[in-house]
């Protein structure tokens, strides 16, 4: 299988990523366990998370790009999408696990260490800024870049994890150990339910947030020449290739060129609305459609 080299090295960065969290992630595991830090735990949890979002990303990536099949016209986009899918859902219940143990040491405070914390804290950190570097030498996919935003979410973890160290070195307390492991859970389940959100738009064949149909029946019907848009359907393969259908009522002196026509209105569709794929039905004017029309 031919893979371009542009391709080939986004994800030969994907596995350097994730060569560095697997290493860090457990250090972190280690390091929350011997200073008894929750922050700690909750952000190696982030990071196991964001391992998982990296491998899913790989593999989707690598399956991705297989060419359409005749039993798969549309070939293997949609993997990415089911990766996106499983990986919020780990998020969510890594969210969950950090609460419920936020919430026990609220009631039962206690002692962090937080010179260890602090020390693994901050490789956690310096590591993250690496994978940071090194995924953003190449992003082509949005799959790639949504699992930047994972990464560059987990360096902010790392942030609060070393503040909350200077803290309880300093001051003794305490509890801002699980204040940061709530803050670090919130973070977690806002970016996921944000991508949950677009995974199940996408899976509902709902259109893409930033394109309005009503716009794009407006736009064709300035084209010389359309009288009518009717059954259009606008849906998304992939987060990145949105594809349109539409029947359209054209005049009948219209229908003398209909190649320049179709070009004209697929250019529209390409530049204003980043539609790549659109399957355009003319009718002449007058013509009485067999079938069920669908309308809003």
């Not at 290493?23 to 700690?40: C, D, H, P, Q, R």
């Not at 950090?98 to 919430?103: P, V």
């Not at 949005?142 to 070195?169: E, M, P």
Request: hydrophobic share 50%; with cysteine.
């Amino acid at each position: 299988m031919y893979i371009p080299d542009a391709k080939r090295a986004e994800q030969r960065n994907l596995l350097i990523a994730i060569g560095l969290t697997s290493t860090i992630m457990g250090v972190e595991f280690l390091g929350g366990f011997l200073s008894n830090s929750l922050a700690l735990t909750s952000d190696a949890w982030h990071m196991f998370a964001d391992l998982t979002a990296l491998i899913l990303c790989y593999m989707a990536g690598r399956v991705s790009i297989r060419p359409p099949t005749w039993n798969k016209t549309y070939g293997y986009h949609r993997v990415e999408i089911l990766s996106a899918l499983l990986n919020g859902g780990t998020l969510m219940l890594v969210a969950a696990f950090i609460f419920y143990e936020a919430l026990k040491r609220v009631f039962t405070v206690e002692e962090v260490h937080g010179a260890s914390m602090l020390a693994v804290a901050a490789v956690g950190f310096a590591a993250n800024l690496v994978s940071m570097t090194v995924m953003s030498r190449r992003m082509l996919s949005l799959n790639v870049k949504a699992a930047f935003l994972h990464v560059f979410s987990d360096t902010l973890s790392s942030i609060g994890v070393i503040a909350g160290a200077v803290i309880i070195h300093y001051t003794g307390f305490f509890i801002v150990d699980s204040i940061i492991g709530v803050g670090i859970g919130l973070t977690i389940m806002y970016g996921s339910g944000k991508m949950l959100r677009t995974v199940v738009n996408i899976l509902l064949e709902g259109a893409p947030s930033h394109i309005d149909p009503k716009r794009i029946v407006e736009r064709l019907m300035e084209v010389d020449g359309v009288l009518g848009v009717h059954d259009i359907h606008v849906w998304s393969i992939t987060s990145y290739v949105h594809v349109l259908s539409a029947h359209l009522v054209v005049r009948g002196q219209a229908m003398k060129d209909t190649n320049g026509l179709l070009n004209k209105m697929k250019t529209i569709l390409q530049e204003e609305f980043g539609i790549s794929h659109s399957t355009l039905q003319l009718e002449k004017e007058g013509y009485r459609e067999v079938g069920q029309v669908c309308s809003f």
